[in-house]
T-cell receptor, first 117, second 112 residues
Framework: GAVVSQHPSWVICKSGTSVKIECRSL??????MFWYRQFPKQSLMLMATSNEGSKATYEQGVEKDKFLINHASLTLSTLTVTSAHPEDSSFYIC?????????????FGPGTRLTVL | QKEVEQNSGPLSVPEGAIASLNCTYS??????FFWYRQYSGKSPELIMF????GDKEDGRFTAQLNKASQYVSLLIRDSQPSDSATYLC????????????FGKGTKLSVKP
């Protein structure tokens, strides 16, 4: 299957700092990438849809000024958590959509575990 | 009614048995369905997808789709302890360019 990488895999930061997470599709081009957040023992929550060359589409309740998304190329999307606070501590996972014959398929990156002190 | 529903489990089966995971969805127009496996602390990994009524087999896994009943299932034959994970059902919403809608997942435990 298609490979998606994320960097960093984990990060610990102080409250008030900004953290940037990269998501790359390694062996395919992805015009669309997705950012999810998952709290412990809870289901995946879609935060936003990242489209190459255009603004991201945010889900209801997700602050676009706090979670900045940039999809600069067909293989790279970044999520920046600005002025992070302890309540932002979570597992952030990206996925990239690979175009298929009948249906597109989403492949997930390994995730980034963010801990805000 | 939730868009994608799964029994949260845990579903416990003995090693070597068949594990049956079920999922229902509300949008009758949905066309594509996906099963992901998520180990604790890890991100989801795609197991298989299905879009035609009937069965689709891949190794020990069989996906079953019944669009009339709005029901999709995943069977795992010869279950192994390494199959213990949370299984996520996802439905593609908004056509081929749409988003995946995930169920909350079913936790499977395979006992040696």
């Amino acid at each position: 299957g298609a490979v998606v990488s994320q960097h960093p895999s984990w990060v610990i930061c102080k409250s008030g700092t900004s953290v940037k997470i990269e998501c790359r599709s390694l062996d395919f081009q992805a015009t669309t990438m997705f950012w999810y957040r998952q709290f412990p023992k809870q289901s995946l929550m879609l935060m936003a849809t990242s489209n190459e060359g255009s603004k991201a589409t945010y889900e209801q309740g997700v602050e676009k000024d706090k979670f900045l998304i940039n999809h600069a190329s067909l293989t790279l999307s970044t999520l920046t958590v600005t002025s992070a606070h302890p309540e932002d501590s979570s597992f952030y996972i990206c996925s990239a959509r690979a175009i298929g014959g009948y249906t597109d398929t989403q492949y997930f990156g390994p995730g980034t575990r963010l801990t805000v002190l | 009614q939730k868009e994608v529903e799964q029994n949260s489990g845990p579903l416990s089966v003995p090693e070597g048995a068949i594990a049956s995971l079920n999922c229902t969805y509300s949008d009758r127009g949905s066309q594509s369905f996906f099963w992901y496996r998520q180990y604790s602390g890890k991100s989801p990994e795609l197991i298989m997808f299905i879009y035609s009524n009937g069965d689709k087999e891949d190794g020990r896994f069989t996906a079953q789709l019944n669009k009339a009943s709005q029901y999709v299932s995943l069977l795992i034959r010869d279950s192994q302890p390494s199959d213990s994970a949370t299984y996520l059902c996802a439905v593609l919403k908004g056509g081929s360019q749409g988003n995946l809608i995930f169920g909350k997942g079913t936790k499977l435990s395979v006992k040696p």
